[in-house]
Structure formats: C-alpha cells, structure tokens
Nanobody
C-alpha cells in the first residue's frame, strides 16, 4: 500500500513562491510516476505536473509551464513542487498522486494515478 502526505501549503501574495512536499510511504518508489493536481472551489481537479520514475522527464500544462517545477528524491521517497510567480488563480487544494508507469514515462490524466494524498491548501492573495 502506498500512502502520500502533502505539506508546504499556505497563504502567499501574488508574485511569491511556495514549495510543496509530498512524502511517500511504500516500496519501490522509483517505480511510480508522480504527479501534482489541484482543485479550486467549484472547479474540477486539474493536472499540474508529472515526473517520471527516473526523474529525467517532466510535463506541465501551459497554465503553469515556466513557473512550476516538479522534482523528486528517490532516496528519500519525496516529491516536490516549486511554485514561483504565483497568481490568485493558482489558489486551490494541491494533491500529490502516484501511478505505475515506465521509468521514463509521465502521466497526465487522473485515472492514470492509483494513489492520492489528502491535499494541502494554497491561497494566493492579490
């Protein structure tokens, strides 16, 4: 069983930065593609970033490309999301997710991910 626990959310002004962390329990962490999703009030959950098991490949939607960076530490079973130049529209609950895939694969859709964290709130004030 894989468990994910996010941390690092909070309140930040527009233009500021936050770094989210996700601690993953379970075996063979590097076998999992890791992703971040977010859900704003009244909106559907949307994809934010994905990183391959090797850490060599990343993928972002246009809404966050150039501002957000996903990374992972396969020795510590951790995945991170560095968020810069934050905007009020980035306000949401951010969820970490794990899915099975090839060592150099990224995953973009919610059904591709098997395990989910509870989420951490990010609020960006204008």
């Amino acid at each position: 069983q894989v468990q994910l626990v996010e941390s690092g959310g909070g309140l930040v002004q527009a233009g500021g930065s936050l770094r989210l962390s996700c601690a993953v329990s379970g075996r063979a962490f590097s076998n999992y593609v890791m992703g971040w999703f977010r859900q704003a009030p009244g909106k559907e959950r949307e994809f934010v970033a994905s990183i391959s098991g090797s850490g060599s490949y990343e993928y972002y939607p246009d809404s966050v490309k150039g501002r957000f960076t996903i990374s992972r530490d396969n020795f510590k079973n951790m995945v991170f999301l560095q968020m810069n130049s934050l905007k009020p529209e980035d306000t949401a609950v951010y969820h970490c997710a794990a899915g099975r895939g090839g060592i150099n694969q990224v995953l973009r859709t919610q059904p591709s991910y098997e395990y989910w964290g509870q989420g951490t709130q990010v609020t960006v004030s204008s």
